[in-house]
């Protein structure tokens, strides 16, 4: 069975381009979450999705970014225009979403973003 | 919100030696409680998880223990070797069930 895939896996960009990350869960996985982990700390939560809704998006910064689950399948994470300080891996990772809060989480291999 | 600390931030350990992290949090609320080990450019891997109903859980080399009451748990590694060298998180999902929290991480050296 795949795991949880990510693309791309590395962008290096200009300060106030845009950019998008692409993810598609493990097949089944209801639950799907993007992170944002900066370098040797753990990872944040930035959005999670139940299927198509956005459930918790308490900290993903809305004046740029944005993401969406059109058919509660894969999921795209925008930035636009992306500033130095997003230069961090963007990892997804997605769960069954049949227990809340005692689910193992799988992650992707991440998105490394640079912003020059 | 929850808020979990991890320690030690690096840990350097001879080969065959243990190595135990901690970690705290501040949310009683929380009942499930997950290690991942992240090798160098290398996505998190679950290597083990504890839920609140027990106090321990042991995998051959790796073990975990919970203490609710002081609202603590640990990761223990015994007999370490050269490949268990990588980055350890833990985390804690708080009242709000599965978004998970995670500590500042852990990096292992283990020692030939």
């Known amino acids: 069975e795949a795991g949880v895939v990510q693309s791309p896996r590395y962008k290096i960009i200009e300060k106030k381009q845009p950019v998008a990350f692409w993810c598609n869960p493990i097949s089944g996985h209801n639950t799907l979450y993007w992170y944002r982990q900066n370098l040797g700390q753990g990872p944040e939560l930035l959005i999670r999705?139940?299927?198509?809704?956005?459930?918790?998006d308490s900290q993903l910064p809305k004046d740029r970014f944005s993401a969406e689950r059109l058919k509660g399948v894969d999921s795209t994470l925008k930035i636009q225009p992306a500033e130095l300080g997003d230069s961090a891996v963007y990892l997804c990772a997605s769960s069954l979403g049949e227990t809340s809060g005692q689910e193992t989480q799988y992650f992707g291999p991440g998105t490394r973003l640079l912003v020059l | 919100g929850e808020n979990v600390e991890q320690h030690p931030s690096t840990l350097s350990v001879q080969e065959g030696d243990s190595a135990v992290i901690k970690c705290t949090y501040s949310?009683?609320?929380?009942?499930?409680f997950p290690w991942y080990k992240q090798e160098l450019g290398k996505r998190p891997q679950l290597i083990i998880d504890i839920r609140s109903n027990v106090g321990e859980k042991k995998d051959q080399r790796i073990a975990v223990t919970l203490n609710k009451t002081a609202k603590h748990f640990s990761l223990h590694i015994t007999e370490t070797q050269p490949e268990d060298s990588a980055v350890y998180f833990c985390a804690a999902p708080g009242a709000a069930g599965n978004k998970l929290t995670f500590g500042g991480g852990t990096r292992v050296l283990v020692k030939p």
């Open positions: 999705y139940e299927n198509e809704e956005a459930v918790d």
């Open positions: 949310d009683s609320a929380s009942n499930y």
